[in-house]
């Protein structure tokens, strides 16, 4: 089954476990995030990937330069360990993991998750590269991914799914990146973007193995 398919699997299981009226404001939101293609101001293809030095797990600082592959570097950034959806994506990296590392590229995921939530999904996700922790977002901030939780659904997170954004990310922003992958080359360019409103849409492994090929 390819990423795409169980991410459309868990899409419509959602939609039979959750109320139409969670839905419907769901919905819209991101609908209206679609609407205002916040996608559009997210670095693309050709821009150059910025610096960056983030504390992985263990709360180490990790930086470009120590993470990047032999070609390339798949940055992966995801919502947090609390969303299905990003387990599934997570998972799905791993097992591309090396059939990326022999195309010369590295892994990394990025969250505004903290450094202990961070720990969580990778023991969970039993992941094998770094997970990093953008915190305050201030990374996906700068590359121009990251919106702000319409109050109703943070609501709804918060009573309804008993998601606590405060908790795992240490803030009351109620800030969260898009889904998006970037492959850059060696010299930090951007070779492949994907960048989505629309949390339940993810790169597909295949498209980011076209990618490393290319490079």
Known sequence: MSLTEALEARVALGRKKIPTSILEVMDKT???????????????????????????????????????????????????????????????????????????????AISPETPDSSLTTEEKNELTFEVLSDIDNKLGKELGLVFKLDEELENIYSNEFKIDLEKHNQNT???????????????????????????????????????????
């Open 30 to 108: 991101t609908n209206d995030l679609i609407t205002q293609e916040i996608s559009a101001q997210a670095f693309k293809v050709g821009d150059t990937f910025p610096s960056f030095e983030l504390p992985n797990v263990k709360s180490q600082e990790v930086s470009l330069n120590t993470v990047k592959g032999e070609k390339a570097t798949v940055i992966s950034f995801y919502r947090g360990g609390w969303c299905p959806y990003c387990n599934l994506e997570l998972q799905a990296l791993q097992q591309a993991l090396p059939e990326f590392k022999n195309l010369g590229a590295n892994l990394v």
């Open 173 to 215: 922003t109620g800030e969260l990146p898009m889904a998006a992958t970037y492959v850059i080359d060696n010299d930090h360019v951007i070779q492949y973007a994907f960048v989505k409103e629309d949390y339940t849409k993810r790169a597909e492994i295949s498209e980011i193995r076209k990618a490393l090929e290319n490079i």
